[in-house]
């Protein structure tokens, strides 16, 4: 029961995480407007300036999964491991794939997260970006 009432909580606090995600985004995609119309106005196109948001987010997500998973995971699995005094049975590395799946999967939901946003943002009317920031 206990397990199930742990899972419960860090899903909940999954889910926060998530939506701080996606509102720090939008704010990302509000923040970029005049540079995002300035790309339209030389001639981008709006996949261009979707694409180029997109990136912005999804990069520093990669490096971050890389370096949380591979030096920051080996680091905190030595560290259990000097605790618990090198007990097998209590800390096991996980496999690589698991953690390349990890990663994977990070990129993936920052992805999922910027693609509506990006979108928006990159469809917005070029005429009408500009004139927000003038008044």
Do not use: K
Request: net charge positive; charged share 15%.
């Amino acid at each position: 029961m206990g397990r199930i009432l742990l899972v419960g909580r860090l899903a909940v606090r999954d889910l926060r995480r998530r939506r701080i995600e996606a509102a720090l985004l939008l704010l990302a995609v509000l923040d970029n407007r005049h540079s995002s119309a300035l790309e339209r106005a030389l001639g981008a196109t709006p996949r261009d300036v979707s694409a180029a948001l997109a990136a912005a987010q999804v990069l520093p997500a990669l490096a971050g999964a890389v370096l949380g998973v591979f030096p920051g995971g080996f680091a905190l699995f030595a560290a259990v491991n000097a605790i618990t005094g090198g007990d097998g049975d209590r800390a096991t590395l996980p496999a690589l794939w698991q953690l390349l799946a990890v990663v994977l999967a990070t990129v993936l939901v920052v992805a999922a997260l910027t693609a509506l946003p990006a979108r928006l943002g990159g469809r917005r009317p070029v005429t009408e970006a500009l004139q927000a920031e003038l008044t």
